[in-house]
């Protein structure tokens, strides 16, 4: 075991604050190749995202998918990318913003990505810095998966592994069957109903993972049908007024499916002119909804003869979802989000000076 280096120097007695760390996936630091290439190397470096046998996966990755896929996704990051950068990171530090006013400064939040930054490590040292002890790791994916939830705990606990005093971690697994979270997404999807006349068709698309991972005990096929037929429950849909599919694989393995891009030139040619598309696996837009649903597959529904392929907006930074995310927390605290003052046992004064007197 790694010898445990010296915590920084805290008081014994200071009160024992509640934190939440938000995370996410991540993004590039800028639309350029180079950034991208650093951003992809990190992510697709990660043994929970790419599970294939590290001999055989370094020569693909540095020799086929570094060299050349950053170049093409540039053009699509520059499609999407803001005045505050990219859309992901943007609309994360609104939803930090936003948690941070509904939960009060006595309870610090942070934001962490898992590839890239601000780094999960530097959200906790935050944390830890603003007297955070008790703390929520909330990764903002509704649907547990391996791939994304399982690879921020590991991240924390890769962070927290030489520490001598281990703050109290309660790791959030996921909400895609919450009465709250559902809630939300159907009110958004009345609000596009109201303000765009409604759709013939309600397609909700998840990314996609590789069926090995659902073959090997991945929940995040289940849960992403739960969370689609609650919604169309709320929502009263017929069972042929609205189809799930998954989006954005990579590569030829065979992942999770009916595939997005298949379904809508199915839909198009069945006849189908105006179809409203949701994607409630995403907490925040990003680049696989805003340049690959809103965007590309448009296009490619009026390429197969469809009208319109109306993207619905991500819950983001919306008041329903915030308040959602708070309630989410007061639940990990048992409600008392208050700092508990720990047993003074010892003042700081009384510490130092035994540490002086050497004992
Ligand atoms: C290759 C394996 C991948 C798995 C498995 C995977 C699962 C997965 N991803 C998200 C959420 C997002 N993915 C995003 C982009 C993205 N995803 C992969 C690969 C896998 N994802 C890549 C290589 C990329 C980069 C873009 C590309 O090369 O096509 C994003 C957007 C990031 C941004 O900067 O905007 C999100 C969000 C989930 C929820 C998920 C499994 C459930
Ligand atoms: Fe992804
Ligand atoms: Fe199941």
């Given at each position: 075991m790694?010898?445990?280096?010296?915590?920084?120097?805290?008081?014994?007695?200071?009160?024992?604050?509640?934190?939440?760390?938000?995370?996410?996936?991540?993004?590039?630091?800028?639309?350029?190749?180079?950034?991208?290439?650093?951003?992809?190397?990190?992510?697709?470096?990660?043994?929970?995202?790419?599970?294939?046998?590290?001999?055989?996966?370094?020569?693909?990755?540095?020799?086929?998918?570094?060299?050349?896929?950053?170049?093409?996704?540039?053009?699509?990051?520059?499609?999407?990318?803001?005045?505050?950068?990219?859309?992901?990171?943007?609309?994360?530090?609104?939803?930090?913003?936003?948690?941070?006013?509904?939960?009060?400064?006595?309870?610090?939040?942070?934001?962490?990505?898992?590839?890239?930054?601000?780094?999960?490590?530097?959200?906790?040292?935050?944390?830890?810095?603003?007297?955070?002890r008790?703390i929520?790791?909330?990764?903002?994916?509704p649907?547990?998966?391996?791939?994304?939830t399982?690879?921020?705990?590991?991240?924390?606990?890769?962070?927290?592994?030489?520490?001598?005093?281990?703050?109290?971690?309660?790791?959030?697994?996921?909400?895609?069957?919450?009465?709250?979270?559902?809630?939300?997404?159907?009110?958004?999807?009345?609000?596009?109903?109201?303000?765009?006349?409604?759709?013939?068709?309600?397609?909700?698309?998840?990314?996609?993972?590789?069926?090995?991972?659902?073959?090997?005990?991945?929940?995040?096929?289940?849960?992403?049908?739960?969370?689609?037929?609650l919604?169309?429950?709320?929502?009263?849909?017929?069972?042929?007024?609205?189809?799930?599919?998954?989006?954005?694989?990579?590569?030829?393995?065979?992942w999770?499916?009916?595939?997005?891009?298949?379904?809508?030139?199915?839909?198009?040619?069945?006849?189908?002119?105006?179809?409203?598309?949701?994607?409630?696996?995403?907490?925040?837009?990003?680049?696989?909804?805003?340049?690959?649903?809103?965007?590309?597959?448009?296009?490619?529904?009026?390429?197969?003869?469809?009208?319109?392929?109306?993207?619905?907006?991500?819950?983001?930074?919306?008041?329903?979802?915030?308040?959602?995310?708070?309630?989410?927390?007061?639940?990990?605290?048992?409600?008392?989000?208050?700092?508990?003052?720990?047993?003074?046992?010892?003042?700081?004064?009384?510490?130092?000076?035994?540490?002086?007197?050497?004992?």
């Amino acid at each position: 075991m790694n010898t445990a280096p010296s915590d920084p120097v805290r008081a014994h007695d200071q009160a024992q604050r509640c934190g939440v760390l938000l995370a996410n996936l991540g993004t590039p630091d800028a639309p350029t190749p180079a950034a991208i290439r650093r951003y992809l190397a990190e992510f697709l470096g990660d043994p929970r995202v790419v599970e294939i046998p590290r001999a055989l996966w370094w020569p693909i990755l540095y020799g086929f998918i570094l060299p050349f896929r950053p170049r093409r996704l540039a053009h699509a990051y520059q499609s999407i990318w803001t005045a505050e950068g990219s859309p992901l990171l943007a609309i994360s530090r609104a939803q930090q913003r936003g948690l941070q006013s509904r939960l009060g400064d006595a309870v610090p939040v942070a934001l962490g990505m898992r590839y890239g930054t601000p780094s999960i490590g530097a959200a906790l040292d935050e944390l830890l810095e603003r007297g955070a002890r008790r703390i929520a790791v909330l990764p903002l994916y509704p649907q547990y998966s391996a791939t994304t939830t399982a690879t921020v705990f590991e991240a924390v606990v890769d962070r927290v592994r030489p520490m001598r005093w281990w703050p109290e971690l309660r790791f959030v697994n996921g909400y895609h069957d919450e009465s709250a979270y559902i809630d939300a997404l159907a009110e958004s999807v009345r609000a596009h109903w109201a303000r765009n006349g409604r759709g013939e068709h309600l397609l909700m698309s998840f990314h996609s993972i590789p069926v090995r991972c659902l073959q090997a005990g991945d929940p995040y096929y289940c849960f992403s049908q739960k969370t689609a037929r609650l919604l169309a429950a709320a929502l009263d849909l017929p069972p042929d007024a609205w189809t799930l599919s998954f989006q954005s694989r990579i590569g030829r393995a065979k992942w999770l499916s009916p595939y997005t891009d298949l379904v809508i030139t199915r839909l198009a040619r069945s006849g189908i002119k105006t179809v409203d598309t949701i994607c409630p696996g995403f907490s925040a837009d990003c680049l696989e909804t805003l340049e690959e649903v809103a965007q590309r597959y448009n296009e490619q529904f009026r390429d197969a003869g469809g009208s319109a392929l109306r993207y619905i907006p991500a819950l983001n930074a919306d008041d329903a979802h915030l308040d959602f995310l708070a309630d989410l927390v007061h639940r990990q605290f048992g409600g008392r989000l208050t700092a508990q003052v720990a047993d003074p046992h010892a003042s700081a004064a009384e510490r130092v000076a035994m540490l002086q007197r050497g004992f």
